[in-house]
């Protein structure tokens, strides 16, 4: 799985597979015996025709969030290692998947350039802090989760009209999907 720490599992990652007649197949169900549960996996490597499950003939790039990536990779299973999968090559749908968190990322309200640079800033500060003071550290992270509680909830008030706010606008600006971004508003609103 491939994620981003701004976006998290809002935007996860992988490849996805496509079969023979170009459909993306459900989850593969594994029966492990009597018991009430049954494993399920849309693991790539999965849909190699083994245990009933469908064969896949091509890789493209796939989201959380229903992305799909249109370039398509043939899978050649015997170049799949069966025990290490993971070393076949999914280059090409990572970076497929890339390039659509960089869309979202534009897509997303930009930040003020010198809020950005002190930001970065004060990271750089705190991962040396650390090092030295750890103490130190810990208190300033404190104060920056104070600071950032209380903006945060400001904002969200600010945000708020007759109507409530626009939520296909709010999730747009923060990369997420509307339940995330109405999730997102009320924790920080009832943490004021």
Known sequence: ??????????????????????TEPGPVYFDAGSGPTVHQSTDWYVYDGTL???VATEMRGACSCGWR????????????ERRKPYLFD?????????????DVQARTVPLPVDLTALLDQVETRLTALTADEPLAAIRAAATLERMARRAAADAVYSLDT??????????RALGVSRQTARSRLTHYALRR
């Open 69 to 80: 990536g249109t370039p398509r990779y043939p899978l050649d299973w015997e170049a799949v």
């Open 52 to 54: 009933g499950a469908p």
């Open 90 to 102: 999914t280059s090409g749908p990572e970076d497929d998947w890339d390039s659509h968190i960089t």
């Open 1 to 22: 799985m491939w994620e981003t720490e701004e976006f998290g599992d809002e935007h996860e990652g992988r490849p996805g597979v496509l079969l023979a007649d170009g």
């Open 162 to 171: 007759v109507d409530g706010p626009d939520w296909d606008s709010v999730a």
